[in-house]
DNA sequence: CACGCGTGGGG
DNA sequence: TCCCCAAGCGT
């Protein structure tokens, strides 16, 4: 009898699993659901290499989802900076809070899809993974290694449906979350978007895709939309050895974080260039930065007048810039000014 | 379903 | 330099 696409992925895990500090070790049992969660929101978009840092500086810091849930939200979104996508610390903060509240991860994929953050992906992989729950866990390594697999010829995002009920019927109804982790583990290693090692695939005999000879045909995407270039401006004030920072909206671009104020750029629109002071300003550089939907040239200009800033905002002292927990872009303007 | 939402690395 | 992307989610 033929080994089914589970057996003979779970075997190859079992010898080349990667060893990753939020995973247990083979034998041990399942790893804590906080660890288990944490990890699968940082890797949200977000590569292996970008988040063991962050991982490992949060579970040290905030040991316990109790611990998370009691850390000032500022604390939290300073921490989580440099790593991205910031909603998903606002929503990790609401998520720690909803479990702390109730005294634990749910343990099922359906309680756990309604927490702030888990979209299907994320409550499917924590049900499979910490709870040991069968759920079937499609990421974009899943999507690819299924599209292959079965030489689906529809484009994404199309193919979703096509895709989920191929990796149903492959999910083993033991060992769901390892099965999980394996079919990431292949499509990060082995079935790669470009240049797939197929000679080392577990899965090769029976790939509908490498039978045709160019496996990495697949799956087909639509190409992206063009990026706009943005202009905007931020502004450098400084008092005494500290810089003015003001605190962006709880919602949209960069949210929630620490930043320079700035003349009200977004993806969308140009800034109008207006100085939040009156008086002299000098052009310290610019800074090009590229986000998901547009490319940001952003002129970073120093203050030399006299005027206190108005409004919300706090004086921070230079020597400790680096625990404001400015996102990417201001801290490249930051640097522009201390050079 | 389409879009908005960061960042750093690889080819 | 440029493009694509890497364990998606919320609206």
């Keep these: 009898m033929t080994s089914t696409i589970a057996d003979r992925l779970l075997e190859w895990y079992d010898r080349h699993a990667r060893s990753l500090p939020w995973r247990a070790r083979p034998g041990e049992p399942a790893p804590d659901p906080y660890r288990v969660w944490l ?19 949060f579970t040290a810091r905030w040991p316990t989802v109790a611990a998370l849930a009691e850390a000032p939200e500022e604390e939290v979104m ?3 900076a440099g790593l991205g996508y910031y909603s998903r610390a606002r929503n990790l903060i609401k998520a720690a809070r909803a479990v702390a509240a ?41 999507e690819r290694v299924v599209a292959r697999l079965f030489a689906i010829e529809i484009p994404l995002p199309q193919a979703r449906k096509a895709i ?61 939309k ?27 671009m960069l949210g929630g974080m620490r930043a320079l104020p700035d003349d009200g750029w977004s993806a969308q629109v140009d800034g109008g260039g207006e100085t939040p002071l009156v008086g002299d300003w000098q052009p310290l550089g610019r800074v090009v930065h590229v986000f998901t939907h ?33 996102p990417t872009l201001f801290a490249k303007a930051a640097r522009l000014a201390l050079a």
Excluded at 127 to 139: E, K, L, N, T
Excluded at 179 to 187: K, V
Excluded at 231 to 250: K, M, P, S
């Design 226 to 252: 063009e990026k706009p270039v943005r202009r905007g401006t931020a502004f450098w004030i400084e008092r005494d050895d500290c810089v003015w920072l003001v605190r962006r909206a709880g919602k949209g």
């Design 102 to 142: 109730r005294g634990g991860f749910p343990d099922t994929e359906a309680e756990l899809r309604e927490l702030p953050g888990l979209g299907a992906y994320t409550a499917a992989a924590v049900a499979a993974i910490a709870f040991d729950r069968r759920a079937v866990v499609v990421d974009a390594n899943v």
């Design 78 to 80: 300073a921490a989580w």
């Design 164 to 224: 989920s009920a191929a990796a149903e019927t492959a999910t083993p109804d033991c060992r769901a979350g390892d099965f999980a982790q394996a079919m990431m583990d292949l499509g990060a290693t082995i079935c790669t978007t470009r240049d797939p090692k197929c000679l080392l695939c577990p899965l090769a005999e029976g790939c509908a895709a490498r039978s045709s000879g160019d496996p990495a045909r697949l799956p087909i995407k639509v190409k992206k």
């Design 39 to 57: 990890s699968e929101v940082m890797l949200q978009q977000t590569t292996v290499a970008a988040v063991k840092p962050y991982f490992a500086a």
């Design 294 to 326: 547009a490319r940001l040239e952003l002129s970073v200009r120093r203050y030399e007048g006299l005027q206190t800033p108005q409004g919300e905002g706090e004086w921070w002292p230079l020597a400790t810039l680096d625990d404001a927990g400015l």
